[in-house]
């Protein structure tokens, strides 16, 4: 188990391009063993502000996305 003022590596991964939703998965582990303390996952919606509808992902955030994994973005539509 970890403790207070132990030194922790987060790992949050994101392994598919969001459309309406994006799942992260995330590990923590023992910075200095490297050992697996916990392993996890969340999944966040993206809304509109004005229905509170399901919208597609913001397409800065897919640029963002497409740019760290190194891929060429999909072609730009009428997006957030």
């Not at 030194?7 to 991964?13: D, E, G, I, N, Q």
């Not at 200095?32 to 913001?58: I, K, N, Q, Y």
């Amino acid at each position: 188990p970890a403790r207070y003022d132990d030194l922790l590596l987060v790992r949050a991964v994101i392994r598919e391009m969001p459309a309406a939703r994006i799942r992260i998965e995330y590990e923590v582990r023992d910075r200095g063993s490297g050992d697996l303390l916990a392993e996890g996952h969340t999944v966040h919606s993206f809304v509109s502000a004005g229905t509170g509808r399901p919208t597609r992902a913001p397409s800065r955030l897919l640029e963002l996305l497409h740019r760290s994994l190194g891929e060429a973005p999909a072609p730009s539509h009428a997006r957030n």
